[in-house]
């Protein structure tokens, strides 16, 4: 399967931090700061539009397989996250990934993330059975 996809690929996405993004709204912690689970959500959006060409041209998708994440420091509301990934390796249908996210004075957060190209209508169907 020839996917058009070149490793090097780069893509950047920002978020400013409200409160739906907080380590107290996901339950996550207690406090009104930029949230785990939402970086982690940030970064695989982000390695899913880079590589969006993929449902434009051929109607495939990707879905995340495996996320190895280091949160750095904290970040308080208002701020703006800016997050970038890079397409690191190309192996048939698995994408491997390196992503990194900043806020206003620097790095937050870094990860490698891992997904699958899929065919969302086979995909699903597979589920229901």
Do not use: W
């Amino acid at each position: 399967m020839n996917l058009e996809l070149q490793e090097g690929i780069l893509h950047q996405e920002t978020k400013i931090v409200g409160k739906n993004d907080t380590a107290e709204f996901y339950g996550s912690g207690n406090l009104e700061v930029f949230a785990t689970p939402a970086m982690v959500a940030l970064m695989e959006f982000t390695a899913l539009k880079s590589v969006s060409v993929l449902k434009e041209k051929h109607g495939l998708d990707t879905v995340g397989i495996e996320i190895n994440v280091k949160h750095i420091k904290a970040t308080p509301l208002g701020d703006t996250i800016k997050c970038i990934s890079k397409l690191v390796k190309v192996d048939g249908r698995a994408l491997d990934f390196e992503i990194e996210a900043f806020d206003s004075e620097g790095k937050i957060g870094i990860c490698t993330h891992k997904r699958f190209v899929i065919d969302p209508v086979k995909f699903m169907a597979k589920l229901r059975k």
